[in-house]
């Protein structure tokens, strides 16, 4: 399946298509403010379930990652469910109030688009798929298509092969990752060009 762009922020690829990694990266490296110290990243889910561990499965890989500085909420050991998100919400933005939220969490949908991952300019309503009423939560959101929407959607996330979801959060995880190392380069090769014409007078 082809990666395609839905408007400005509106983009989805599934995860195992060619340059996955490479493409998502670009897009967030468009999209999020890898400059900024109030980028907050809230992996929502919970390991009690196969299918909406995508979250923590991400969140634990971004914070094993010794290069990535910013704050990450919701991992294998720590997660961020319906007990905590409101929680950890409004201590969030307590502490940070101009925090811009990347939102991730593993979502149902139909059967063509399992495996794909839609990033998307607004936030999202977790728990919507399994009937619970928790915050809209993200500046942008990243959701996974993790198994088939429209029928006793509970069990379904509950009986998700883990495989998937972990599969996924690798892709994301590096594509993150890659991403983060990308906006570095390309204020050093800032750093560098306004410095050659500063001295040239170019």
């Not at 009423?133 to 088939?148: M, R």
């Amino acid at each position: 399946m082809r990666a395609t762009t839905i408007s400005t922020y509106d983009y989805r690829i599934h995860f195992e298509e060619s340059g996955a990694i490479w493409k998502l990266s670009s897009v967030f490296l468009e999209h999020l403010p890898f400059n900024s110290s109030d980028l907050t990243f809230f992996c929502i889910g919970t390991d009690r379930s196969t299918g909406d561990s995508l979250g923590p499965l991400t969140g634990s890989r971004l914070t094993e990652s010794h290069i990535f500085p910013f704050p990450v909420f919701g991992t294998l050991e720590n997660p961020l469910h319906a007990l905590n998100l409101q929680v950890k919400f409004d201590e969030t933005i307590a502490m940070k109030p101009n925090s811009y939220i990347v939102a991730i969490d593993a979502c149902l949908g139909k059967s063509s688009s399992i495996g794909q991952l839609l990033i998307h300019n607004g936030p999202l309503q977790p728990g919507k798929a399994v009937g619970k009423e928790l915050p809209a939560v993200g500046n942008i959101s990243i959701k996974g298509i993790v198994n088939i929407a429209g029928f006793m959607e509970h069990a379904v996330l509950q009986s998700t092969r883990l495989h998937l979801p972990f599969e996924m959060s690798r892709t994301l995880s590096r594509a993150l990752l890659l991403a983060y190392n990308r906006s570095k380069s390309e204020c050093i090769d800032n750093r560098y060009n306004n410095s050659y014409y500063k001295n040239t007078g170019n």
